[in-house]
């Protein structure tokens, strides 16, 4: 009983329900950058670089074969899927990744500076300082 009663402060401490609210957020606000990403980031690339589409950017290892039948319509040669390596989806994820943690890094950036304490006026002397600077003055005498 020990345990649930310590999940139960933990919890209650307010950083899960943090944590839950800013993964909640968080995939929110990747979905938000996926489709900005794909709807209008993209698109003004593909315009820039003469109308390259993310989508299709692979390297070809092996094409694809098309099956060839007979005049039965019996396949006589089976065909064979393309192999290739698809890079344009892993561009346009860096590319959301690189969105999503510049507005991350501006949030806590944010944040960071709201908590910043203001710097507090130095204080003056103590009552042992003042006397000791009263007995330095009158020994310079």
């Known amino acids: 009983?020990?345990?649930?009663?310590?999940f139960k402060e933990f919890a209650m401490k307010g950083n899960l329900i943090d944590i839950a609210v800013g993964f909640v957020m968080g995939a929110a606000f990747t979905k938000l950058v996926?489709?900005?990403?794909?709807?209008?980031?993209?698109?003004?690339?593909?315009?820039?670089t003469d109308k390259v589409n993310f989508q299709d950017l692979k390297w070809v290892?092996?094409?694809?074969?098309?099956?060839?039948?007979?005049?039965?319509?019996?396949?006589?040669?089976?065909?064979?899927?393309?192999?290739a390596i698809?890079?344009?989806?892993f561009l346009?994820?860096?590319?959301?990744?690189?969105?999503?943690a510049f507005v991350m890094f501006m949030v806590v950036k944010a944040v960071n500076a709201?908590?910043?304490?203001?710097?507090a006026a130095p204080a003056g002397p103590t009552e042992d300082q003042k006397l000791l600077a009263e007995i330095r003055d009158?020994?310079?005498k």
């Open 34 to 48: 996926t489709a900005f990403t794909g709807g209008i980031v993209s698109p003004l690339i593909s315009l820039l």
């Open 114 to 119: 709201m908590k910043k304490p203001e710097a």
């Open 61 to 83: 290892l092996r094409p694809g074969v098309a099956e060839v039948k007979d005049a039965a319509g019996a396949v006589s040669v089976p065909g064979s899927a393309e192999v």
């Open 86 to 89: 698809t890079y344009g989806n």
């Open 1 to 6: 009983m020990g345990m649930l009663k310590e």
């Open 92 to 100: 346009q994820s860096t590319i959301d990744f690189l969105i999503v």
């Open 138 to 140: 009158l020994l310079k």
